[in-house]
Structure formats: C-alpha cells, structure tokens
C-alpha cells in the first residue's frame, strides 16, 4: 500500500554543519509534499512545502528536492543550530484531504 | 491570530470512561483534521470535517471513536469507553481550503487511560 519511509530514525550534526534529512514516498500519484518539524511536547510546525511539479524549493536556511523518478523526497537544512533539534516528518498527499506521514529522523545539534 | 487551539493538553482517564478532546480551528478556517500520535511514532489521520460535515473518517476505528464539528463552536473527538490503547497524542490541524493549501497544527491533547 502507500506509505512513506524515512532512511534514518536518527541523524546527529555538527553545530554550523549542514545537515540532510531523507524520505522515501512509494505512491507515484502524490502531488503535494511537506516537511514539519516537531520539537517535545509541541504539534508539527510547517517548515516548507514543494508541489509535484517542482523539483527544488528553498526558504531560509531550508532547501526541499523532490525526485519523482525515484520517489524521494529531501529536507537541507543549511548551517545548523541548536534550536534545529527536533524530530522531522515529510508527509505526502494525493486525495488533496489528508497527509500521510513517515516514521519521522530524530535530528540532534552537537555544540 | 490564536492559531488552532487544542483543550485540554492533558487528560487523564480510566478504563471505561469517555474522553472529550476539543479542536478550536484558526480564524477563516473551515476545515479540521484529527490526527494520532502514538510516541516515537508519525501521526496517522483519523477524521477530516467540514462545518457540520464527515468527510473522510476512514482512520477512524469503527467503534467507540466519534468526532463532530458543528456549525457553532469547536470540533470535539469523542472517545468512549476508553482502553489502555487509545493512550496517545491526539493533534488536530485545520485549513482554509482543501490539504494542499497549508494546515496549521495544534499542540495537541496527551491522552493517558490508567
């Protein structure tokens, strides 16, 4: 059935470095994409969103690429700091109502 | 702009009791989603509404689960005769159109069944 994976449940980084948060989606019909963030005891807060006909969509100090030709999408996210330290979801959706979301990469900034 | 507000964070409940979890969307917003968090895990959908309307209730469990989002007021998720399962973060996220336009969580209710 559909559903979407993250590679890595965890990922630790340099404070300063940046860092590279993967996703793999496996319905080919999604069309709209989105990658929150979720610190403890907090909901999911928007961090940027790409739509299926892009390939490449920055914010500030975030990048998004999708690759539909092998269904992956991922999240840069450029000179990192400590408040970057959250676990981090990529969702898809296809019927235009609901997001399907992965398992979630807990992302720690090492000092 | 409040944001969509969430009451109570934390409810606590025994085995068998109701549990009423309440989802104030942002201001213009017409359009509610529940979601379950169970910890360490993604959230998986449960219900999308529209004023006064189900639309999509297919992650919803067949029974004891109901949720509502009457014309006036917020929308509840009601959760009757709870077990020891239902233990969970429960977020609701509203839009002001169709998912694709952008949701907006809340901080969620942290249901613990004891």
């Known amino acids: 059935g559909e559903s979407v994976g993250l590679h890595l449940p965890t990922l630790s980084v340099q404070e300063g470095d940046n860092s590279i948060i993967n996703c793999a989606y496996s319905?080919?019909?999604?069309?709209?994409f989105i990658w929150y963030k979720q610190e403890s005891g907090k909901g999911p807060q928007f961090i940027i969103d790409i739509r299926s006909n892009m390939d490449k969509r920055q914010g500030q100090r975030v990048t998004v690429l999708l690759n539909k030709t092998v269904k992956h999408l991922s999240l840069q996210i450029a000179a990192t700091q400590p408040g970057d330290s959250a676990v981090y979801f990529c969702?898809?959706?296809?019927?235009?109502?609901?997001?399907?979301f992965g398992t979630g990469t807990r992302l720690t900034i090492i000092p | 702009n409040a944001g969509v507000m969430q009451n109570p964070r934390h409810l606590v409940r025994r085995r068998g009791q109701e549990a009423r979890l309440r989802c104030s969307p942002m201001?213009?917003?017409?359009?509610v989603y529940w979601y379950r968090q169970l910890p360490e895990e993604g959230l998986k959908f449960m219900v999308y509404?529209?004023?006064?309307?189900?639309?999509?209730e297919s992650g919803m469990p067949k029974e004891r689960f109901s949720a509502e989002f009457p014309k006036e007021g917020p929308s509840i998720l009601r959760i009757q005769q709870v077990v020891r399962g239902d233990s969970a973060a429960y977020f609701c996220?509203?839009?002001?159109?169709?998912?694709?336009?952008?949701?907006?969580f809340g901080s969620g209710t942290r249901l613990t069944v004891v």
């Open positions: 969702a898809e959706t296809w019927t235009n109502e609901k997001l399907t």
């Open positions: 996220a509203s839009s002001p159109r169709r998912a694709n336009y952008g949701y907006t």
């Open positions: 319905n080919s019909a999604s069309d709209y």
């Open positions: 509404l529209q004023k006064e309307n189900i639309i999509d």
């Open positions: 201001k213009g917003h017409s359009h």
